[in-house]
């Protein structure tokens, strides 16, 4: 499996559990080169087709590997998704731009605080102490992320739509979205769901954006079931 993590984070987010399934890592964000040259190397070394899982932005990275190296990959693995992150007048399902544009101004000027705003973002009202204990044990490892990488992340989403290409990828998805994310909203989860010629929508109820985190087990227990890779 290759697993590619989402803003303001690097692999150090991903738990036990996924880093245990032999897993090769994206370290860079959010240049698609360097993450295709990343896969490209995976892949030579695993020698066969490889499952992707992308998590947040990293979803969207690996729609893109998905549509320019489908022959290469058995399987997404899509947690958190959109196609785009921004709403437009044609697209409902993202946030407003004014939301990234106020998140860049705040980078600016303060990257601790503006990241540990975006940490508290990533989980609902009823994951009040996944929160907590993000923010005091997890947040610190990001705190040391390049500001100019996290600068490019946020342009990245404000600029991309990858809704054209949707039609295109033949690469069978497993989409895992909870019910209560506010920052890829499940409705765009759901419009991925309709778009993508072969894939699977799995709702998670009450679950923000990082469920891998708070529903772990729910979250283990569908890969096991659905995805293609080495356990």
Same mark, same amino acid.
């Given at each position: 499996?290759?697993?590619?993590?989402?803003?303001?984070?690097?692999?150090?987010?991903?738990?036990?559990?996924?880093?245990?399934?032999?897993?090769?890592?994206?370290?860079?964000?959010?240049?698609?080169?360097?993450?295709?040259?990343?896969?490209?190397?995976?892949?030579?070394?695993?020698?066969?087709?490889?499952?992707?899982?992308?998590?947040?932005?990293?979803?969207?990275?690996?729609?893109?590997?998905?549509?320019?190296?489908?022959?290469?990959? #058995?399987?997404?693995?899509?947690?958190?998704?959109?196609?785009?992150?921004?709403?437009?007048?044609?697209?409902?399902?993202?946030?407003?731009?004014?939301? !990234?544009?106020?998140?860049?101004?705040? !980078?600016?000027?303060?990257?601790?605080?503006?990241?540990?705003?975006?940490?508290?973002?990533?989980?609902?009202?009823?994951?009040?102490?996944?929160?907590?204990?993000?923010?005091?044990?997890?947040?610190?490892?990001?705190?040391?992320?390049?500001?100019?990488?996290?600068?490019?992340?946020?342009?990245?989403?404000?600029?991309?739509?990858?809704?054209?290409?949707?039609?295109?990828?033949?690469?069978?998805?497993?989409?895992?979205?909870?019910?209560?994310? #506010?920052?890829?909203?499940?409705?765009?989860?759901?419009?991925?769901?309709?778009?993508?010629?072969?894939?699977?929508?799995?709702?998670?109820?009450?679950?923000?954006?990082?469920?891998?985190?708070?529903? #772990?087990?729910?979250?283990?227990?569908?890969?096991?079931?659905? #995805?293609?890779?080495?356990?």
């Amino acid at each position: 499996m290759f697993i590619i993590q989402g803003w303001g984070t690097d692999q150090r987010v991903w738990p036990q559990w996924l880093k245990d399934s032999g897993t090769c890592y994206s370290k860079n964000l959010p240049q698609f080169q360097v993450v295709e040259q990343e896969f490209l190397q995976c892949f030579s070394v695993k020698q066969k087709k490889l499952t992707i899982l992308g998590w947040s932005l990293g979803s969207m990275l690996a729609l893109e590997l998905a549509h320019k190296h489908g022959d290469k990959i #058995a399987q997404l693995v899509l947690i958190s998704p959109t196609a785009k992150f921004i709403s437009s007048g044609d697209y409902e399902v993202g946030l407003p731009s004014g939301v !990234l544009k106020n998140l860049q101004r705040k !980078l600016s000027r303060n990257k601790e605080v503006t990241q540990q705003s975006f940490y508290s973002l990533m989980f609902s009202y009823s994951e009040d102490n996944f929160r907590h204990n993000f923010i005091k044990d997890m947040a610190p490892f990001f705190y040391d992320l390049e500001l100019e990488s996290l600068q490019q992340g946020l342009t990245y989403l404000q600029e991309q739509d990858l809704r054209l290409l949707l039609p295109e990828i033949k690469v069978p998805a497993i989409i895992i979205s909870g019910s209560a994310d #506010a920052i890829c909203l499940p409705q765009a989860a759901e419009f991925l769901h309709h778009t993508l010629r072969n894939s699977k929508l799995f709702k998670i109820t009450g679950a923000g954006h990082i469920p891998f985190w708070t529903q #772990a087990e729910l979250c283990k227990n569908i890969l096991q079931q659905e #995805a293609l890779y080495d356990k």
